[in-house]
């Protein structure tokens, strides 16, 4: 062998010991977990480097977390993470600054494996326990299985393996196969969409396989989620929702006035009167003879009474179902579309009460008066010219003639006219004998102000609520008494709700959705039609 080889032969030599070495390191990189070197470590011998400031325990155990391999576990709502700490200075083992963050926040931290778990409580006393558990082999703190499916045997890709409490773990892969470190105390939680929920603790198991059951409960739920509850992701539909909030401060009679103008493809008409309320149709008008409201359902339940006995007050959300599929659920009756009105329920916490008043009034928006005196008799005039056509001037007023017309040629136009020229002209008119008698006198009638009124509108609505581990409540009596802008139109009415929810125990709940309502619709309000048809020279009288 010449130098030349021998030379090749040394450079080949150190490549292939660099390349060995290189994936020999990336080899334990792989194998060992993250923080696997501090893992073997007691926790005085995991040294620190911080600089010594006061701030929250958040920032003071990101600190730890970044210097660190160690994440830590806790309970949002046990451990107050805003609590003023004070970290030592200079270099420091991790044991003794837990121990500063235990006596600061009284705290305790548990250490297993390399997750350390804080708790906190009025009983926990500050202490800082090591329990890392002698590492021999890293397999020994992992537990792995195949998960499969119990009709067929197959296996279950992508179940969710979780440490439970904990937001920790891993899913199965296309093999159904798994793999999860957890220490012999934890319980593994498998879960996937259709297949019963299964907890399992580990123990002394290093191999756990599960067969996963089908979930027929949750089968049954698209059934009949109509006439109960259901996400919105679950609907396939065009699905328009209207929150409380969003109409809560306008004061309405009827929860049709809510949804004026609020939905796209909701058509409804406004009534003016005392009442409210009025029409809806969610996909116009689509037949002939049969009625195209939309179902109403209340609460889950179908609702066949008047709308004006539910109190836009108690409403918690209106879902309008807009297109042909609500029929799947309701049948033939939602041809024209489903409106889920959902009332409001007991809250966590303290018993609520709320007490609101609306006062208003109601006036038109304009303007709209029948003739007056004068316009009364220019229509009368011109009313019979084309009814009843006669000479020229024949039915005007003798003292509004033209230049070229005189008042006797202007009475010749009668076969046998009446002495006083102004009685021939209104009998010309054909006006009735009180009428006559109101025009020489000099009375009239301004039937809009008789007719049309400034209405006063008022509402007081009261509610209770509350909820504990055991009931929720909602109890609402609201009072309306409004006025119309016609004279005699008038609505009141008395409603009250009660929605009670109680846990008998594990698995017996009771309820009840309740609701009572005294309306008064004996209103007599006055006749527009009349309004512009009555002369202004008539007698009023009640």
């Known amino acids: 062998m010449n130098r030349k080889h021998l030379h090749t032969l040394r450079a080949m030599s150190r490549y292939v010991f660099i390349c060995f070495t290189i994936q020999a390191i990336f080899t334990s990189i792989l194998v060992a977990n993250p923080g696997n070197a501090q893992n073997s470590k007691q926790l005085d011998e995991i040294e620190l480097n911080l600089r010594s400031s006061s701030e929250d325990l958040a920032r003071a155990l990101q600190k730890i977390e970044r210097q660190t391999s160690f994440s830590f576990v806790f309970n949002d709502a046990d451990v107050d993470l805003s609590l003023p700490v004070d970290l030592p200075k200079g270099k420091q083992n991790l044991f003794n600054v837990l121990q500063v963050l235990a006596n600061d926040a009284k705290l305790q931290f548990k250490r297993i494996n390399d997750n350390i778990y804080i708790v906190s409580g009025a009983d926990a006393q500050s202490a800082v326990v090591d329990e890392t558990p002698p590492v021999i082999d890293d397999q020994d703190t992992f537990v792995a299985g195949n998960i499969t499916a119990s009709d067929d045997g197959s296996a279950i890709p992508g179940v969710n393996i979780l440490l439970k409490g904990t937001t920790q773990g891993t899913t199965s892969d296309a093999d159904g196969n798994y793999r999860i470190r957890a220490d012999p105390s934890t319980t593994l939680v498998f879960s996937f969409v259709g297949y019963a929920t299964q907890e399992i603790t580990v123990g002394n198991q290093t191999t756990i396989d599960v ?22 992701k679950d609907l396939t539909g065009a699905v328009a929702r209207v929150e409380a909030e969003d109409f809560e401060k306008q004061a309405s009679t009827s929860l049709i ?13 406004q009534n003016p009167s005392a009442a409210g309320g009025g029409s809806i149709e969610v996909r116009g008008r689509n037949s002939l003879n049969a009625s195209t409201a939309p179902l109403i359902v209340l609460d889950g339940v179908i609702y066949n009474g008047s709308l004006q006995d539910i109190n836009p007050a108690d409403i918690e959300s209106i879902d309008i179902l807009k297109d042909a599929s609500s029929a799947a659920v309701f049948g033939s009756r939602a041809a024209s579309g489903v409106v889920l009105v959902t009332t409001k329920k007991g809250t966590d ?35 019979f010219r084309v009814a009843e056509p006669r000479e020229d001037f024949f039915y005007h007023n003798p003292e509004e003639l033209p230049g070229d017309i005189s008042v006797e040629e202007w009475r010749n136009y009668s076969d046998n006219p009446q ?46 609520s509350g909820k504990n581990d055991r009931l929720s409540y909602f109890w609402s009596l609201g009072y309306t008494n409004n006025e119309g802008i016609i004279l005699g139109d008038q609505f009141a009415t008395v409603r009250s709700r009660l929605n009670l929810d109680a846990k008998v125990n594990d698995w017996f709940n009771v309820g009840v959705n309740a609701q009572f309502a005294a309306r ?16 202004p020279y008539g007698s009023f009288f009640n």
Do not use: C, H
């Open 257 to 269: 006035e809510y949804l004026n103008g609020t939905v796209a493809g909701f058509n409804s008409n």
């Open 419 to 464: 002495d006083d020229n102004t009685l021939e002209w209104l009998a010309r008119l054909n006006f009735f004998d009180p009428e006559v008698e109101n025009f020489l006198a000099g009375n009239t009638v301004d039937w809009y102000d008789e007719v049309m009124q400034t209405g006063v509108r008022q509402m007081y609505d009261l509610s209770i």
């Open 211 to 232: 067969v996963m059951e089908l979930d027929y409960t949750e089968m049954e739920e698209i059934i009949v989620i109509g006439y109960g509850t259901a996400k919105k």
């Open 349 to 383: 916490g303290k018993p609520t009460i709320n007490f609101s008043t609306k006062v208003g009034v109601a006036t038109p928006s304009r303007d709209f008066k029948p003739y007056s005196a004068g316009e009364y008799t220019d229509f009368r005039r011109d009313y």
């Open 520 to 535: 008064d619709d004996s209103s007599v309000p006055g006749n527009l039609r009349d309004m512009y048809r009555v002369s």
